[in-house]
């Protein structure tokens, strides 16, 4: 059955997915063109143009792609000057023989296919990082340490999983990552196996939330491995938030967010904060709809 599935905020990029998989195309193609529109969305903060910068005032861009019926994956990190991260991202898989390209490599990557250069960092996020960011005269990490102390006040990103009719699976993943985090962090979004993971034999899953748990744990491909064993998609995302809870976070909520795609078409979300939805749209539905994520705390 044709399926897409998306965080929240996906809902901006979904009718392009969507629209993909109707036409015959695949699921590859899907989740690029669902995150490309995300990456186009000035009112998107968390992902692509107008993105939150880092602590220097600099966009940089993480993103992810996966094929599930090859396990083939692309992805680039600290991306700058290119919106377009899941372009990037794929063309890492399909033109090089790398999964993970980061910095002026990945740049140099996008020059080289013809991508537009340009300045992603907008007017007003400029104004937000001279408030936030600009005046202060504390040192690099000082700072670092001081304006990241609540991932909820950066952690963004945008995931799409898709099956397609020939019942291929894919996902992609797309961030500016943690607003004014450290020049060259990457978070989970880029890394496969923590916010990014795609197996047409068990299905995929993908995060949102707080890189650094998520890549510790593991947690995309905590969620699929618990479908391999024969976990609903539900089951898995609780298992794979429920298995953050054992980390220390210093008393913070570990944020993470989480969507899950089995390969029949059967979907969930969990998070561990009341509230968070997740768009999708299946089979003979004529748009996309909205619904709430099952909550797991600790
Ligand atoms: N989950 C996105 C990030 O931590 O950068």
Request: glycine letters at 12%.
């Amino acid at each position: 059955m044709l399926t897409v599935v998306a965080s929240e905020n996906g809902s901006f990029g979904l009718p392009a997915a969507w629209r993909i998989l109707q036409d015959g195309g695949s699921a590859l193609d899907a989740v690029e063109a669902g995150a490309r529109a995300v990456e186009d969305n000035p009112a998107d903060h968390t992902v692509g143009y107008a993105g939150h910068p880092n602590i220097d005032g600099i966009v940089e861009l993480d993103a992810s792609i996966m094929d599930g019926a090859t396990r083939r994956a692309g992805a680039v990190g600290s991306l700058q000057g290119y919106r377009h991260a899941i372009t990037v991202a794929r063309a890492v898989m399909e033109r090089t023989p790398h999964v993970l390209i980061t910095g002026s490599g990945a740049a140099r990557l996008a020059a080289e296919f013809g991508a537009t250069q340009e300045n992603l960092l907008t007017e007003g996020e400029h104004a937000y990082w001279a408030a936030e960011v600009g005046g202060s005269k504390a040192g690099l990490l000082a700072q670092v340490r001081q304006f990241t102390r609540d991932p909820r006040d950066g952690a963004g990103t945008v995931d799409f999983l898709a099956i397609d009719r020939n019942g291929n699976l894919a996902s992609a993943v797309s961030t500016s990552g943690w607003a004014f985090k450290h020049p060259g962090r990457l978070g989970d979004s880029p890394i496969i196996g923590a916010g990014n993971y795609c197996d047409n034999r068990y299905g995929a899953a993908a995060c949102t939330g707080w890189g650094e748990l998520a890549i510790r744990a593991s947690t995309a491909h905590t969620a699929v491995m618990a479908m391999a064993r024969g976990a609903s998609p539900a089951e898995a995302a609780a298992i794979a938030l429920r298995d953050l809870f054992e980390l220390p976070t210093d008393g913070l909520l570990p944020l993470m967010h989480i969507v899950v795609l089995s390969p029949s078409g059967e979907h969930a979300a969990a998070t561990t904060m009341a509230g968070a939805r997740y768009a999708w749209q299946a089979g003979s539905m004529t748009e996309l709809t909205v619904s709430d994520r099952l909550v797991v705390q600790p």
